[in-house]
């Protein structure tokens, strides 16, 4: 059974322009979260998603947003790229979404802003 | 906000040792997750603890959610090189959808 796959693995931006990260659950997961590693910093919560919906948001910018798809899979939107957006983005997926489900990782996308 | 202090930061260690680590909280969670991170690539789940007081074991692995539910600790058993990575604990439950990390723990296994 496949993973939590994530695309691209690398991704390289200049400051300003915008970034787009995508993601597929693993079958049968409806829930997809994102989180950001950036270097020192460990693992921040960024969004959540649901059945469709952002069900709850991480301490993040308006500028870091995205969308689940009818089929569950998921997409990170980063606008107006700064240099300190540099980390590894990690989705992971879960069973349906409630209060202290167990979730699981894709391998990350790296996205680096010069 | 919710935060977790994982300790300790590093461990450098002999082969066939053991290796204990841990994570404490002012909060409580409902949830209690451990992952190990290598080079590259995300967290990989180790073990799960939904209840509080229990003790779970996977291989070489055992895990304790604390009956406080703001602690937890993770054993390894006589390691082995292919154990070295970084270790996070995993506090859920409690913010609808959202886990809180530990800062790590960064496991080197001498041969």
């Known amino acids: 059974e496949a993973g939590v796959t994530q695309s691209p693995t690398h991704l390289i931006k200049t400051r300003g322009q915008q970034a787009t990260l995508r993601c597929s659950p693993i079958?049968?997961?409806?829930?997809v979260y994102w989180y950001q590693q950036a270097l020192g910093l460990g693992l921040q919560f960024l969004l959540w998603?649901?059945?469709?919906?952002?069900?709850n948001r991480g301490n993040f910018p308006p500028r870091f947003s995205g969308r689940q798809f009818p089929n569950y899979s998921s997409e990170l939107n980063v606008n107006a790229l700064e240099l300190e957006d540099s980390a590894l983005y990690l989705c992971?997926?879960?069973?349906?979404?409630?209060?202290?489900?167990?979730?699981?990782f894709g391998e990350g996308s790296w996205l680096t802003v010069v | 906000g919710q935060q977790l202090n994982q300790s300790p930061q590093s461990m450098f260690i002999q082969e066939g040792e053991d290796v204990s680590m841990n994570c404490t909280s002012s909060?409580?969670?409902?949830?209690w997750l451990w992952y190990k991170q290598e080079p590259g690539e995300g967290p990989v789940l180790l073990i799960a603890l939904y209840k509080a007081g229990e003790l779970t074991s996977n291989g070489r692995l055992t895990a304790q959610f604390g009956i406080t539910r703001k602690d937890s600790f993770l054993n390894i058993s006589a390691s082995i090189p292919s154990d070295v990575g970084i270790y996070f604990c995993?506090?859920?439950?409690?913010?609808?959808?959202?886990?809180?990390f530990g800062q790590g723990t960064i496991l080197t296994v001498h041969p």
């Open positions: 992971a997926s879960s069973f349906p979404g409630y209060s202290g489900n167990t979730i699981y």
């Open positions: 079958s049968g997961h409806t829930s």
């Open positions: 995993a506090g859920g439950g409690t913010s609808y959808g959202k886990l809180t």
């Open positions: 998603y649901d059945e469709g919906e952002e069900r």
């Open positions: 909060s409580i969670f409902n949830t």
